[in-house]
């Protein structure tokens, strides 16, 4: 009788604080490795706008053409072509100008763009990781509308998601005369009607 009372009302107890400590403990541990990290601050990465803003190695891609053709929902080309396509382009630096669907917010300065076909040029659509340099740009990619022309600067991931090109990381492209050094002349007023759509 007397084991089994210190059973019930000291050793399971005693067992469940120990199982709910333990669980505590890796809640915390996980939030501070992936949630709280100091690293990953609100103030994006600079060196993603150096990098990628100095890269001179810009392809001749294209949006429009044979990739929009194999791409493109109505496409007559086979998987084995669009991936044969992905590996020809993975990695290679593009400056386009894309037509915008739709905007996502993410973590950390970051929005998803999704971008579409106009209707007067079939375009390959894409999905563009964009990264806001400040507080400007932030504002101006808020105000982004559904057929708005933006200019941006990214890397061809050499993966797609629903005939979507994915291009990560990706920058607003609106540069000065000092666009070597990466910085960007950036004016909200520059941007608005001053963007056309080119087609094939």
Not at 83 to 98: A, D, Q, S, T, Y
Not at 125 to 145: R, W
Not at 150 to 174: M, Q
Request: glycine content about 4%; some cysteine; charged content about 25%.
């Amino acid at each position: 009788m007397f084991r089994k009372f210190i059973v019930e009302w000291v050793v399971a107890p005693l067992i469940g604080m120990i199982i709910l400590c333990v669980g505590f403990f890796i809640v915390f541990k996980i939030y501070i490795t992936f949630f709280n990290d100091p690293s990953k601050k609100s103030t994006p990465p600079t060196s993603i706008f150096q990098s990628l803003g100095l890269r001179d190695d810009v392809s001749e891609i294209k949006p429009y053409g044979e990739l929009a053709a194999a791409f493109n929902l109505d496409s007559k080309y086979t998987n084995v072509q669009r991936e044969n396509f992905l590996n020809k382009i993975k990695g290679k630096v593009i400056i386009w100008e894309v037509n915008v669907y739709e905007v996502a917010r993410l973590p950390y300065n970051k929005y998803k763009i999704q971008t579409q076909s106009a209707l007067f040029c079939k375009n390959v659509s894409s999905f563009i990781t964009l990264t806001a340099k400040d507080e400007l740009q932030t504002k101006f990619i808020e105000e982004i509308k559904t057929d708005q022309i933006i200019r941006i600067k990214g890397v061809l991931t050499g993966r797609s998601t629903v005939r979507h090109l994915e291009i990560e990381p990706a920058i607003l492209w609106y540069p000065g005369s000092n666009a070597k050094s990466g910085e960007l002349n950036f004016s909200i007023q520059n941007t608005k009607n001053s963007i056309e759509l080119k087609c094939d």
